[in-house]
C-alpha cells in the first residue's frame, strides 16, 4: 500500500515557477514508478511526467518538454516537479501517481493516487 500527498501548488504568473512535491509512504514506493497528472475542469486527466523507480529513466507530454523536470528522492520518499516558464494552460489539479507496471503515461498503469493539488498561472 502506497499513501501520496501533494503539496507545492498555488498561483503564479504567466513564466514563473513552482515546485510540486509528492511524499509517500509505504514499503513499495521505492520500487514504483511515479507519474505527475493533471486535470482541468471540464477536461479528462491528462499524463505530464513520470519517473522510474530508481530514477534512472524519465518521460515527458510534449506540451511540458523542456519546462517542467522530474526528479525523486527515494530517501525521503519524495517526488518532485519543478515547472519553469509556466503558461496559464497549465492551470490543472495536479495529481501523482504511483504504481508498480513500469514507466508509463496510462492512467491504468498507476494504483495509487493523491489527492491533487492546485496550480494557476494567470496571464
Known amino acids: 500500500q502506497v499513501q501520496l500527498v501533494e503539496s507545492g501548488g498555488g498561483l503564479v504568473q504567466a513564466g514563473g515557477s513552482l515546485r510540486l512535491s509528492c511524499a509517500a509512504s509505504?514499503?513499495?514506493?521505492?520500487?514504483?514508478?511515479v507519474g505527475w497528472f493533471r486535470q482541468a475542469p471540464g477536461k479528462e486527466r491528462e499524463f505530464v511526467a513520470a519517473i522510474s523507480a530508481i530514477g534512472r529513466r524519465t518521460y515527458y507530454a510534449d506540451s511540458v518538454k523542456g519546462r517542467f523536470t522530474i526528479s525523486r528522492d527515494n530517501t525521503k520518499n519524495t517526488v518532485y516537479l519543478q515547472m519553469n516558464s509556466l503558461k496559464p494552460e497549465d492551470t490543472s489539479v495536479y495529481y501523482c501517481a504511483a504504481g508498480l507496471s513500469g514507466l508509463g503515461s496510462r492512467t491504468a498503469q498507476y494504483n495509487y493516487w493523491g489527492q491533487g493539488t492546485q496550480v494557476t498561472v494567470s496571464s
Open positions: 509505504g514499503r513499495t514506493f521505492s520500487t514504483a514508478a
